[in-house]
């Protein structure tokens, strides 16, 4: 493909993303599409040295998503916050990016809160957090400290009962269902897949990472995001999130191949 080639393609990306990925419908076309256009993004990042214009344009895509989304009443709001005593997982540049809208002056502060969190959750895995019911260490008197940068896992965690998440999300709880509106499901597995393949095909790594273990890393370097998007992997030794290498299933696989034939 030739630069004019590469060109119209770029433009009709954005043209077929622009209103958001598509709620309830698993268009491979679509997710293909913004996989190459945050792919371009995350390249527009090495060089401003910021993961910024990657997040700011994925979390603006997806709330165009949510607004075009059949309406459901949902129970999801700022300080509602009983989904945020459980396991999180981020992506490198999400935690980067939630880094990033800590002001200075708060830095110390956060860091002390996310070591304090770190040392009880250490490396516990999804199943062993799950009645542990341990506070994010983002919250402050019961609302979240970084809600406009919060990653897509938290973005996606909606429910249509506050009640049922209150029974779900309680000390000792076993699993439970919650309502969620049919189409989340596909519009969390698009996007994941869209920046997980953006990410691998940039030569950075697909997979999440743990959200405390991962802050703590990157609140532990002043220079955490310059040295990522240098290409050093400053989450080496973070703890992963099982399961979150979306392409390990040949379906996704198959929509990678696809994006960058």
């Not at 990033?100 to 956060?110: F, K, T, W, Y």
């Amino acid at each position: 493909m030739n630069r004019a080639e590469r060109r119209r393609q770029a433009r009709e990306d954005r043209e077929r993303i622009a209103r958001g990925l598509e709620a309830g419908r698993a268009d491979g076309r679509e997710v293909i599409a913004l996989m190459r256009v945050l792919h371009d993004l995350i390249e527009e990042a090495r060089d401003a040295g910021t993961v910024a214009p990657v997040m700011q344009f994925l979390h603006a895509n997806m709330r165009s998503a949510e607004r075009l989304a059949p309406n459901h009443l949902l129970a999801c709001r700022r300080g509602c916050a009983f989904c945020c005593h459980t396991f999180v997982s981020a992506r490198a540049p999400e935690l980067l990016f939630v880094k990033g809208a800590i002001p200075g002056r708060d830095r110390a502060a956060a860091a002390a809160a996310v070591e304090e969190a770190w040392r009880v959750t250490g490396t516990l895995g999804p199943g062993a957090r799950g009645g542990l019911a341990r506070a994010c260490p983002m919250l402050r008197d019961g609302a979240c400290n970084v809600y406009a940068a919060r990653p897509m896992t938290c973005r996606m965690a909606v429910s249509q009962s506050a009640e049922a998440c209150g029974r779900a999300f309680a000390p000792g709880a076993g699993p439970m269902q919650i309502p969620v509106p049919d189409h989340y499901p596909t519009l969390r597995r698009g996007y994941s897949i869209a920046l997980a393949g953006a990410l691998r095909r940039a030569g950075f790594p697909a997979w999440s990472y743990e959200f405390n273990a991962g802050m703590r890393t990157a609140l532990a370097r002043p220079d955490a995001e310059k040295a990522w998007l240098a290409g050093e992997d400053v989450f080496a030794d973070v703890q992963r999130d099982p399961g979150s290498d979306p392409f390990t299933l040949p379906s996704n696989l198959r929509l990678y191949d696809d994006a960058f034939a």
